[in-house]
């Protein structure tokens, strides 16, 4: 059995398409692909349909890792049931995302960097422009939540 994971930012086109594809590569680089099942998803709809915002597709296209296809997404209530894992970007995701599955009664609405040694929020490039800082903060993150796994 898959196990399945969300990984949820606010318009889906930066931080966790992003962290999706890092997990990806890392889960395929670990000959575990049969594992596990990785997408992504927004609390907003402001970008519903939309590719990957350009900097975040050129800052994975840096490593090698192609995000071909990602059309952004808006997070459903049935998700909750449907992922083992709902992975938020930051603090304002998880109420979001708490919101709209109506609470957390199984405890699968985590924060990425909570699987680190430096908890707190992934860095928001949309405001920041550094998508480097982003780029670290996920793979940092999706690295300690393979190792959990």
């Not at 594992?35 to 992504?40: C, Y």
């Not at 997404?73 to 995701?93: E, F, H, V």
């Not at 990425?112 to 920041?128: E, F, H, I, N």
Request: with cysteine; net charge negative.
């Amino acid at each position: 059995m898959k196990t399945k994971i969300l990984f949820v930012c606010h318009g889906n086109i930066c931080r966790s398409p992003m962290a999706e594809f890092i997990m990806k590569r890392l889960v395929c680089d670990a000959g575990r692909e049969g594992e596990f099942e990785i997408a992504s998803a927004a609390t907003s709809t402001e970008e519903i349909g939309n590719a990957v915002y350009p900097p975040a597709r050129r800052k994975l296209a840096e490593h090698g890792i192609s995000c071909e296809g990602k059309t952004a997404r808006q997070l459903r209530r049935d998700d909750y049931d449907r992922y083992d894992l709902l992975i938020g970007m930051d603090s304002y995701n998880i109420r979001n995302m708490n919101r709209m599955c109506g609470g957390d009664p199984e405890g699968k609405i985590r924060l990425l960097l909570d699987y680190t040694d430096r908890p707190g929020d992934v860095a928001d490039p949309w405001y920041t422009g550094n998508f480097d800082a982003t780029y670290r903060d996920c793979l940092d993150g999706c690295r300690a939540l393979l190792e959990t796994l």
